[in-house]
């Protein structure tokens, strides 16, 4: 298998990591996508990760509590995510580095991007928490802005649906699934890729993003090595 990314970033839901669960973490299912992410990067890829924490917290959804302070605690959600996909990727034989927007200097490095870089270049899977380091900014907004730092070449965002679509394929079984879409595209019909102000990022900065489901984890290989699967917007 040859792969047709050189560096790739991944977006991971927190959701994804609790499995059928719901909330937590299923440790099983990190360490299946773990091994995914292990023969990408035995393939030569360099693999950066960024990750959700809505397995243990969605705040900003509560609206009773004070919406900074609900996104901090989101984002210190996404550390605890962050530590046990290096700890998966550890236990299979992967370097694994996490570095985090806020600092926390006792359990991961602080963003530092030439550090990532230098990390990436080395083979070391960098795990990036704590989303922008800002509130009111979601992990999607945080892999955009992460994917154009370190000059990824396509996000990856790995989802509970195979692709992008008109409407809600769950609520309406006539829904259509886009093979390819533009950035503008996106935006302007408000389909749910990313937020918007992550697809701005994506569009301005001229960075591809690609949907698939993973349920199957395979997905995360079979993007990597230039299969056709979920869509692609570019």
């Not at 595209?185 to 301005?204: F, K, N, P």
Request: charged share 25%; glycine share 8%.
């Amino acid at each position: 298998m040859k792969p047709v990314y050189k560096r790739v970033l991944l977006k991971l839901s927190g959701e994804v990591l609790a499995g059928e669960k719901g909330v937590g973490i299923d440790f099983d299912k990190v360490l299946s996508v773990c091994e995914r992410v292990k023969t990408c990067v035995e393939m030569g890829v360099q693999v950066a990760i960024v990750v959700g924490g809505g397995n243990f917290w969605r705040g900003r959804s509560s609206g009773k509590m004070d919406r900074t302070r609900a996104d901090h605690m989101g984002m210190l959600a996404t550390s605890i995510n962050s530590l046990a996909l290096a700890d998966a990727l550890e236990q299979l034989g992967v370097t694994a580095r996490v570095q985090t927007a806020i600092e926390m200097r006792a359990i991961a490095e602080p963003y530092i991007r030439s550090k990532a870089v230098r990390h990436l270049e080395k083979g070391r899977v960098v795990i990036f928490g704590c989303g922008t380091g800002n509130p009111f900014f979601s992990t999607d907004t945080a892999a955009a802005l992460r994917a154009a730092e370190i000059g990824a070449d396509v996000i990856f965002k790995a989802t509970n649906v195979d692709g992008v679509y008109d409407s809600d394929p769950k609520l309406n079984p006539d829904a259509k699934k886009y093979d390819t879409l533009s950035h503008i595209e996106v935006l302007q019909q408000g389909l749910h890729v990313m937020d918007s102000t992550a697809a701005s990022l994506c569009m301005d900065n001229n960075i591809e993003i690609l949907v698939f489901n993973l349920e199957n984890p395979d997905n995360i290989v079979a993007a990597m090595t230039g299969e056709t699967i979920g869509t692609i917007v570019k």
